[in-house]
């Protein structure tokens, strides 16, 4: 990777001001402080009209110039019990929202349906701001998220080509939001993963924008504005920082797994649904 001079060592310095001001500790509560990110970054902004977006004004299946499916049942790495599809049941669009709904219906092996909508070869993204407006499904054993993985695995398999959780929620710990980043020396199989957490009052009854900011400094996390995650490139080389190459969009609901079925599953709590009122991609400039 190459990396110009003035930003690694920019990127060096706000490393160390960071640890003196936070510590060791990588999950945090509350946003690190970021006065220090100020000085690096004034010459980023976002440009105010999206460059990609779905407003979900149209009924019938998610638009196919936008969004691919991923397809599958087969546990998807953490001992997922639904089977995703391509079916309208499983997502459509209709009332100006898209609606994911995981079924308690029997595909195959798999004890559930769902879906997992992509953007990979349909929108492909390196820094910009990232902004959904979602309404969560609730019941135990729901595991939602919004989130990013890399186009081109230019740095291998997962986790070394990086992962951005922009929301994360499973329903056996209602309202409580997790917005986290993974890379090869930051992942949650070795609890290093740099997350963040807050409590969000009515995250499954009422729509919130969830959003990340990304440039080659930070990712940002917000919940309805306001400021969640901080975590600033250390210029340590592609293990820490593999956010220099392009990203895809992803939106699923899945079921049960290592840590969405943790307390079991409430088999009650489906047609779970989560709805999403819109998903804008705005371009990072220079100021």
């Not at 009332?95 to 219906?105: F, N, P, Q, R, Y």
């Amino acid at each position: 990777m190459k990396i110009q001079k003035g930003l690694r060592a920019g990127s060096i310095v706000l490393a160390t001001m960071l640890a003196a001001c936070t510590g060791h500790s990588n999950e945090m509560r509350g946003p690190a402080p970021h006065d220090a990110y100020a000085m690096l970054e004034r010459q980023r902004t976002f440009e105010s009209t999206p460059a990609w977006q779905d407003e979900f004004d149209y009924s019938g299946a998610p638009d196919a110039t936008k969004w691919g499916y991923d397809l599958g049942g087969d546990g998807w790495g953490n001992h997922e019990l639904q089977d995703y599809t391509d079916r309208i049941d499983n997502a459509h669009v209709g009332d100006g929202v898209l609606t994911i709904e995981a079924k308690h219906e029997k595909r195959g092996r798999s004890a559930f349906t769902s879906a997992r909508l992509v953007t990979k070869g349909k929108g492909d993204f390196l820094y910009g701001r990232f902004e959904i407006r979602a309404k969560l499904p609730d019941g135990r054993g729901t595991w939602p998220a919004i989130w990013m993985l890399p186009t081109d695995q230019a740095y291998g398999g997962w986790p070394k080509s990086g992962e951005i959780d922009i929301m994360e929620h499973v329903g056996f710990d209602p309202d409580n939001i997790h917005v986290t980043a993974h890379t090869e020396a930051y992942y949650f199989k070795i609890n290093t993963q740099k997350t963040a957490t807050r409590i969000i009052q009515g995250a499954t009854t009422q729509f919130h924008v969830y959003r990340v900011d990304w440039t080659p400094e930070a990712i940002r996390g917000y919940i309805d504005d306001a400021l969640v995650l901080e975590f600033a490139n250390e210029g340590k080389g592609y293990e820490v920082w593999p956010f220099d190459r392009r990203f895809h969009l992803l939106l699923n609901v899945a079921v049960g797994g290592d840590w969405g079925g943790q307390k079991g599953i409430d088999e009650k709590a489906f047609p779970a649904r989560m709805q999403v009122d819109y998903v804008r991609v705005y371009r990072m400039v220079e100021r």
